[in-house]
């Protein structure tokens, strides 16, 4: 009978930090991209990004989102230690970053949002994982629908790249709770 090896022999399994991390680490060079590419374009055009006052509901609503998945992450950390400690403050700063850039997008029209948690997870971060993963998912959603009604291109990139992370983010946590790189990847 053959076998084949699926995986190169110099090919080690690999450790949750470095899957995380390499999921992670494109996710804030994505997250970043925006901020660079509107001040290139800005320049270019010889004036700050065009808004459209149409947008505001939904990127206060996108903001709403951001801030309380910030609240959510905040309380995720609190029990776990090293290397999940680590890649969980990743997660959560980006989505500081997040609030951060909408919060400055809108600027004067931006309005408070909850500091409420959507949930309260605790425990190990395999534990926590497939919780955090299907509010990754829902996130991902809520700014996919709301990019729907967005006008202005500058917001709508923004949403975008938003988006882009979190689909990573959901992947990241899936492969963690123990779902198959093929079914974490479709989720």
Same mark, same amino acid.
């Given at each position: 009978?053959?076998?084949? /090896? #699926?995986?190169?022999? $110099? ?15 494109? *996710? ?9 590419? *509107? ?12 808004? $459209?006052?149409? !947008? ?7 903001? =709403? ?21 680590? @890649? ?11 609030? /951060? @850039? ?5 600027? #004067?029209?931006?309005?408070? &949002?909850?500091?409420?948690?959507? @949930?309260?997870? *605790? ?13 990754? $998912? /829902? ?5 996919? $629908? ?7 291109? !500058? ?10 992370? =979190? ?10 709770? *123990?779902?198959? &790189? ?6």
């Amino acid at each position: 009978m053959d076998t084949h /090896q #699926v995986e190169s022999p $110099d090919m080690s399994m690999t450790t949750r930090r470095r899957l995380i991390a390499s999921l992670l680490t494109g *996710g804030a060079i994505v997250a970043a991209a925006p901020l660079f590419a *509107g001040r290139a374009s800005a320049a270019e055009a010889g004036g700050p990004p065009q808004r $459209d006052a149409a !947008d505001n509901d939904a990127l206060n609503a996108s903001l =709403e989102r951001e801030s309380r998945m910030v609240a959510t992450y905040r309380k995720a950390i609190g029990g776990l230690t090293e290397n999940d400690l680590i @890649a969980m403050t990743l997660i959560l700063d980006h989505h500081v970053a997040y609030a /951060q @850039a909408l919060t400055g997008y809108l600027a #004067v029209d931006v309005k408070t &949002p909850s500091s409420a948690p959507l @949930a309260s997870p *605790g425990g190990s971060l395999a534990s926590i994982a497939r919780q955090l993963a299907a509010l990754e $998912d /829902q996130t991902a959603t809520i700014h996919t $629908d709301n990019l729907a009604t967005i006008k202005g291109i !500058d917001a709508a990139m923004l949403l975008a790249s938003i988006v882009t992370v =979190e689909a990573r983010h959901s992947a990241a946590l899936e492969l963690v709770a *123990g779902a198959s &790189p093929i079914a974490a990847v479709g989720n």
